[in-house]
Nanobody
Framework: QVQLVESGGGLVQADGSLRLSCAAS????????MAWYRQAPGKQRELVAH???????KYSDSVKGRFTISRDNAKNTVYLQMNSLKPEDTAVYYC??????????????WGQGTQVAVSS
């Protein structure tokens, strides 16, 4: 079992910055990869950024060049630095962990979400 707790959301003006944090606890040694997703009202949840083995990273086209995902393994924490924020970035942001299960399958764990609102 892995528990994820996000923090750092809030209200910011366009072109501003925020940094989200996601602290993992429990069987963190079983985590294979972590990611940030977001869900805006009336829309499907979408992948924002992913960090995998060897700290390889991937970003959605909509945030590439503005957002940076990173992690501190000593703190079991993943970060999402968001710069040049736009009103369309407004959403609930969720932390995700892909975890090796005892059943040899990969399992997804989710945080509770943190609201990000960007005003124009």
């Amino acid at each position: 079992q892995v528990q994820l707790v996000e923090s750092g959301g809030g209200l910011v003006q366009a072109d501003g910055s925020l940094r989200l944090s996601c602290a993992a606890s429990g069987s963190t040694f079983k985590i294979v990869a972590m990611a940030w997703y977001r869900q805006a009202p009336g829309k499907q949840r979408e992948l924002v950024a992913h960090i995998g083995a060897g700290d390889s990273t991937k970003y959605s086209d909509s945030v590439k060049g503005r957002f940076t995902i990173s992690r501190d393994n000593a703190k079991n924490t993943v970060y999402l630095q968001m710069n040049s924020l736009k009103p369309e970035d407004t959403a609930v942001y969720y932390c995700n962990a892909v975890v090796n299960g005892d059943d040899l399958y990969l399992h997804n764990y989710w945080g509770q979400g943190t609201q990000v609102a960007v005003s124009s």
